[in-house]
């Protein structure tokens, strides 16, 4: 059993009068850093945030966007004695992760299995839908996407036992047009969801020849009466039932949609599983049955980095970032704090790129599992940006106020600044003032009075020192924390964070 101390500190918070700490405890509770194009955010607080994790024994999840960050994090664990726990899952890596068969061994059966896969893939479908076109708030595109999602793979699931990406896309693409298209059988039909239909058929034709043959002779005389057999089977064969499901959906609902409709749909569903059958992501996620890493690698002190970057691969590599980082938070939900209370972090610079709807739901419930999630990115408009749709300012506000701890560096943008200003606040300033009256008689008054102002203006925020050589390699901000104080009875403080910190 491990044994990780909430109250450990992490970094020490001196002012010239007091000290204080942050702690684990503040880690769990999650940051968010912003800062301008070369403000430092990266290099000084985030690097600065990044050793002292490493060094505290954390273990963590870090997505890419920048070709560079591999090598940034090889240094950092180089640095921290943490080499041999670094797991890196790339093109032409040695590590494979087989989405399909983890879920599939974390599911009860085929009906949970459906359910967790349904679940996994809208959520990575809607992420891009929100970045791309900034949509996702329609139910009746939701709800489509949702039933062809859970047929096709209900569909795979009996006929063949499994659940394949190959098979999914290729029974999605084959679906019939039309309703006479839909009648031929295999033999008459090459394709693969008639081949998928005619053996999920078979398969069901075979429980129910083994259950009818279980019943007494009085049973089989009852179960002359057509529908007294059809109730009767559909409630013992679970199977069978769902494979009348199936039946209705793709005649009654799907195959009859206009062209327009279907095609918008069919495209979504396809369009993510043919990136996913492509190489490299192909061999990473798909082709291998055992995977050599999961999720919970992490909780046994992995640093698992998904070398996939943005910059290079673009949508397809976004997509399986946020793929594995939501089985992973849900992986850190489940784990037993009882039996291991290892803190570990979620990191994500440029994480704009990353976030996805089910994030504030897992924040908020972070520190329990010991997450300590880091976002870095440059200002709230990207954030805007990304999670589209409607509402999605306040979408952006629910989220950032999950993030206990946040820190400020130099930004131009004018609603951060503004955001951190506002959420630093107010206080009373003595204003002086004086006043001279020459007359028949001389006259000095002195007033003072107290004036409600930011405690930083949102300009501050310009000037802060942005590191190099021109700065001594100090990069400034101001960090404020969530619930007590730091000192003077203040929640923020200014820090200098050294961009060539030695841990």
């Not at 109730?231 to 499901?245: D, Q, V, Y």
């Not at 979504?268 to 919970?296: A, D, K, N």
């Not at 990115?377 to 206990?404: C, D, I, R």
């Not at 020459?438 to 925020?461: C, D, I, M, Q």
Request: charged fraction near 25%; glycine fraction near 6%; include cysteine.
């Amino acid at each position: 059993m491990n044994s990780f101390d909430l109250d450990q500190p992490i970094i020490e918070l001196a002012s010239p009068t007091e000290r204080n700490y942050w702690t684990i405890r503040h880690a769990v509770e999650g940051v968010q850093i912003f800062g301008g194009i070369g403000s430092g955010k990266t290099s000084g607080s985030g690097r600065m945030l990044a050793l002292k994790y490493l060094k505290a024994g954390f273990g963590g999840l870090v997505l890419t966007v920048k070709p560079d960050e591999k090598q940034s994090w090889v240094e950092y664990c180089q640095k921290t004695g943490r080499s041999n726990d670094l797991i890196i899952l790339e093109p032409g890596g040695r590590h494979s992760f087989n989405f399909l068969s983890y879920e599939s061994a974390q599911s009860g059966g085929a009906s949970s299995l459906t359910e967790n896969l349904v679940d996994v893939l809208k959520t990575v479908i809607r992420a891009g839908e929100q970045q791309d076109k900034g949509k996702g708030d329609d139910p009746f595109w939701e709800t489509a996407l949702d039933m062809l999602m859970f047929n096709v793979i209900d569909l795979c699931q009996i006929a063949y036992g499994k659940v394949t990406v190959k098979d999914l896309y290729n029974v999605a693409q084959t679906i019939p047009k039309n309703i006479e298209d839909l009648k031929l059988s295999s033999e008459e039909n090459a394709k693969y969801f008639h081949k998928a239909f005619e053996a999920a058929k078979e398969r069901v034709n075979q429980q129910v020849e083994e259950w009818y043959l279980t019943l007494s002779h009085e049973d089989q005389e009852r179960m002359q009466d057509e529908l007294a057999m059809e109730t009767e089977l559909l409630e013992a064969i679970p199977s069978a039932r769902l494979f009348r499901f199936i039946d209705q959906f793709f005649v009654e609902n799907f195959i009859t949609l206009t062209d327009k409709t279907r095609s918008i749909i069919d495209f979504i569903f396809s369009g993510f599983l043919f990136r996913l059958l492509r190489e490299p992501v192909y061999s990473m996620f798909c082709r291998h049955e055992l995977s050599t890493v999961t999720p919970e690698d992490s909780l046994r002190g992995k640093i698992i980095l998904i070398n996939l970057p943005v910059k290079i691969y673009h949508k397809v590599g976004r997509d399986c970032q946020i793929l594995f980082k939501y089985l992973w938070q849900r992986a850190m939900e489940k784990r037993d704090i009882g039996r291991n209370d290892r803190p570990v972090f979620l990191w994500a610079d440029e994480a704009q790129n990353f976030i996805h709807e089910k994030d504030a739901d897992f924040q908020a419930t972070a520190r329990s599992s010991r997450v300590s999630t880091v976002y870095i990115s440059q200002n709230l408009p990207n954030y805007l940006a990304s999670m589209g749709g409607q509402h999605g300012e306040y979408k952006v506000k629910s989220f950032l106020g999950t993030l206990a701890t946040k820190i400020f560096h130099a930004n131009a943008d004018i609603e951060t600044n503004k955001y951190a200003s506002e959420l630093i606040g107010d206080a009373f300033f003595e204003d002086h003032g004086d006043s001279v009256t020459y007359a028949k008689n001389f006259s000095h008054s002195h007033s003072t009075s107290f004036k409600l102002e930011r405690v930083v203006r949102p300009e501050e925020f310009v000037r802060l020192r942005t590191g190099g050589p021109n700065n001594k390699f100090f990069v400034e901000g101001y960090l404020h924390r969530q619930g007590d104080v730091i000192f003077k009875g203040q929640n923020h403080i200014k820090m200098l964070f050294q961009q060539n910190y030695q841990p």
